[in-house]
């Protein structure tokens, strides 16, 4: 079956802006988590979505949103984008959340400028 | 707060070898899991492997396996017969049940595998 896809894999933007990315889940998991990887922070928890509800959140300010849909497809969204939020953004998804395994995406690359 | 702590920034094992890359963690929970993570250039991580706290008998998984020291906090990832395609970065990660969506992960051990 297919994988966890993230779309779009690369995105450059320029600073000020906004930026919308989305994560399908792979068929039939309905848990959807969010994180950031950057070289000098690492892999942060962004948040994490479950039948269209936000159950968790990391410490990102308020520009970072998201929102998780029926068909369990998720989308996060970074407004007003600074040089910092240059980063690689994963999803990851699991049946439910707790004992599953979780599978990531490929990631998306969003670069600042 | 939870933590994870890989030690070794970079490692590297020669073709057929085995090598261990170690990890600790920090936390006041009693149900959680651990993981190992790998990502290669392509940047999808990939579970090696995982542990559950309250199992006492280290998980294995083909030429991966881990030495899990509850008490100790540590959790160590041994590979043998080191492949070419073993070379990637590796990530420990923890996770307690009661905060099920959220990894905390380590910073990544990076493993060089020579011919």
């Known amino acids: 079956k297919a994988g966890v896809t993230q779309t779009p894999r690369y995105l450059i933007k320029t600073r000020g802006q906004q930026v919308t990315l989305s994560c399908s889940p792979i068929?039939?998991?309905?848990?959807v988590s969010w994180y950031q990887q950057t070289p000098g922070q690492g892999l942060q928890f962004l948040f994490e979505?479950?039948?269209?509800?936000?159950?968790n959140k990391g410490n990102f300010p308020g520009r970072f949103s998201g929102r998780q849909f029926s068909n369990s497809r998720s989308e996060m969204n970074v407004s007003t984008l600074e040089l910092g939020d240059s980063a690689l953004y994963l999803c990851?998804?699991?049946?439910?959340?707790?004992?599953?395994?979780?599978?990531f995406g490929s990631g998306t690359r969003l670069t600042v400028v | 707060a939870q933590t994870v702590t890989q030690s070794q920034p970079e490692m590297s094992v020669q073709e057929a070898e085995t090598v261990t890359l170690s990890c600790t963690y920090d936390t006041s929970e009693s149900d959680y899991y651990l993981f190992w993570y790998k990502q290669p250039p392509s940047r999808q991580m990939i579970l090696v492997i995982r542990?559950?706290?309250?199992?006492?008998q280290n998980a294995t998984e083909n030429r991966f396996s881990v030495n899990f020291q509850k008490a100790a906090k540590s959790f160590s990832l041994k590979i043998s017969d080191s492949q070419l395609g073993d070379a990637a970065m590796y990530f420990c990660?923890?996770?307690?049940?009661?905060?099920?969506?959220?990894?905390?992960f380590g910073d990544g051990t990076t493993l060089t595998v020579k011919p």
């Open positions: 068929s039939g998991h309905r848990s």
């Open positions: 990851a998804s699991s049946l439910i959340p707790g004992k599953d395994r979780y599978t």
């Open positions: 990660a923890y996770r307690a049940n009661t905060n099920a969506g959220k990894s905390t």
């Open positions: 979505y479950f039948s269209e509800t936000q159950r």
């Open positions: 542990q559950e706290a309250y199992k006492q």
